[in-house]
């Protein structure tokens, strides 16, 4: 069975910091492209952070950059996303997720800020961030 669970959601001050960890199992994850996203009640779901298989190639949404750091470690097939300066408007659930027709194969390396290409998710875990 395929799973990505998500952990290290909770309340915050804006200003602080959270470490979320999205664990893997069931199919050899690290292999793929994986990514970050958020949804906040009544928006539709943005894209906040990817990293390629090897973790060398990363890419961040515009509203977290500089702030939001993805990482992984495939010994441990968990990715991380590391917040800081947390805002207010950073408050939403967040959802890890693996795109299986992006890997190691892959002639591009970009890992892909598009919803729609990742097939595997967590459940996702919730932040606050109180001002």
């Known amino acids: 069975q395929v799973q990505l669970v998500e952990s290290g959601g909770g309340l915050v001050q804006a200003g602080g910091s959270l470490r979320l960890s999205c664990a893997t199992s069931g199919r050899t994850f690290s292999i793929y492209h994986m990514g970050w996203f958020r949804q906040a009640p009544g928006t539709e779901r943005e894209f906040v952070a990817a990293?390629?298989?090897?973790?060398?190639?990363?890419y961040y949404g515009a509203t977290v950059k500089d702030r939001f750091t993805v990482s992984r470690d495939n010994a441990k097939n968990t990715m991380y996303l590391q917040m800081n300066s947390l805002k207010p408007e950073d408050t939403a659930v967040y959802y890890c997720?693996?795109?299986?027709?992006?890997?190691?194969?892959?002639?591009?390396?970009?890992?892909?800020?598009?919803?729609?290409?990742?097939?595997?998710w967590g459940q996702g875990t919730q932040v606050t961030v109180s001002s």
């Open positions: 997720a693996a795109d299986t027709s992006r890997a190691i194969w892959s002639p591009s390396q970009t890992p892909s800020q598009n919803q729609y290409d990742y097939d595997y």
């Open positions: 990293i390629n298989w090897s973790g060398r190639r990363t």
